[in-house]
């Protein structure tokens, strides 16, 4: 059995992309003092390009009703993550950050508070490791080092060294490069995700797959055993992720629920469970049933 888990709005409590950004320029403003309008810029240029890019797609998103249409739309994304990132790439935010800057940001981060890790994971991986369990994070942080900082900081988990972690990195000139040292095989995308899930997961494995955003659909749809983690309902109504699971036809399965589920397996529906917070996985059992 493998364990793979999203790392940004998953382990922690929110996306921190922004956090990564804001943590490099603390560390370079003394020699690069316009870097925080570079990143205005880069986040007022992505925004144009997605919504401009939303609001023509057809079908529209009421109109997608299966995966596959899902599917074809997040795909459709990608030109518009790759120009961004390479914007990024070259704005100078990253540029001479070495590894250890990078974890030192991870550990920072945590540290004053800035980033929360959601309450539980520590002891997951620790029950993951007392099973036995591979423990993979699969996300599209622009920074493997960095998230390493943050788990570092995770409390209640005896060590994090056997987790592998497979993200995007930085290069020394302070450009997104992938997985493999590639910066025309970034991590963007749920399609980016997913066959990144498939290269690291013998055919035929057990996975439990746990993430928040429609970033992880693929590998959500894909897994033996999928989970959704998002929190209740707020004043924008359901999370995104629950939304559009929901709209496919998608069958939401509470976890608590789980062990009901796996034994009648009735349901022609493809199922993804759905936990709230991270200790309704520890009380159900869902991870390991």
């Not at 790392?7 to 690069?32: C, K, M, N, Y």
């Not at 749920?190 to 990144?196: G, M």
């Not at 055919?203 to 959704?228: I, N």
């Amino acid at each position: 059995m493998h364990l793979v888990l999203d790392f940004d709005g998953t382990i922690t409590q929110l996306d921190t992309t922004a956090e990564l950004v804001l943590a490099a320029i603390r560390r370079q403003r003394r020699h690069q003092p316009d870097l925080l309008a570079a990143w205005t810029d880069a986040v007022q240029a992505y925004m144009q390009e997605y919504h401009a890019f939303k609001a023509n797609y057809t079908p529209t998103r009421d109109q997608r009703t299966t995966f596959a249409q899902e599917d074809v739309y997040l795909a459709s994304l990608r030109p518009i993550e790759e120009a961004s990132l390479t914007r990024i790439s070259h704005s100078g935010l990253f540029r001479d950050l070495e590894d250890t800057d990078l974890y030192e940001m991870g550990v920072e981060v945590i540290s004053k508070g800035i980033v929360a890790i959601r309450s539980g994971w520590g002891a997951v991986l620790g029950e993951a490791i007392r099973r036995d369990i591979s423990v993979t994070i699969l996300s599209v942080n622009w920074s493997r080092s960095f998230i390493r900082g943050v788990l570092s900081c995770m409390k209640g988990e005896p060590s994090v060294e056997g987790v592998k972690v497979i993200a995007n990195d930085l290069s020394e000139e302070g450009v997104i490069i992938g997985p493999e040292g590639d910066s025309e095989c970034r991590l963007m995308t749920s399609q980016d995700k997913l066959e990144a899930l498939r290269r690291e997961i013998p055919v035929g494995e057990k996975v439990v797959y746990v993430g928040d955003s429609v970033t992880d659909l693929g590998c959500l749809m894909e897994v033996s055993r999928g989970v959704a983690l998002a929190g209740e309902e707020g004043g924008d109504g359901p999370p995104l992720l629950l939304t559009t699971l929901r709209r496919i036809g998608v069958e939401l399965v509470p976890v608590g629920e789980v062990e009901r589920a796996v034994r009648e397996e009735r349901s022609e529906k493809k199922v993804v469970f759905w936990a709230k917070e991270v200790e309704e996985l520890l009380e159900s059992g869902a991870l390991w049933i």
